[in-house]
């Protein structure tokens, strides 16, 4: 895990307007938290968004104009 890797934020601009946004902590059942570490985030219309967890181990931001909508990781 180096400090070079490069995040592929794919969301285009209509897939981040919206009136709900959720963040995911990604850890075990241990709780040990995943920081830094690649993830993919399947969208509700199925989009796959390749990223990269933060230092404190939270994916980026996902919006969505409804609130019943869900990321799977």
């Known amino acids: 895990m180096g400090a070079n890797k490069k995040v592929n934020k794919s969301l285009s601009l209509p897939d981040i307007i919206g009136d709900y946004a959720v963040k995911c902590l990604c850890k075990d059942e241990t709780g040990k938290i995943y920081a830094n570490e690649p993830y993919i985030a399947t969208l509700a219309n199925n989009k796959k968004v390749k990223g990269m967890t933060d230092n404190n ?4 931001a996902f ?3 409804n609130e019943n909508e ?3 990781l």
Do not use: A, H, N
């Not at 181990?57 to 980026?60: E, F, L, R």
């Open 57 to 60: 181990g939270y994916t980026q």
């Open 63 to 65: 919006y969505s104009e």
């Open 70 to 72: 869900t990321i799977t």
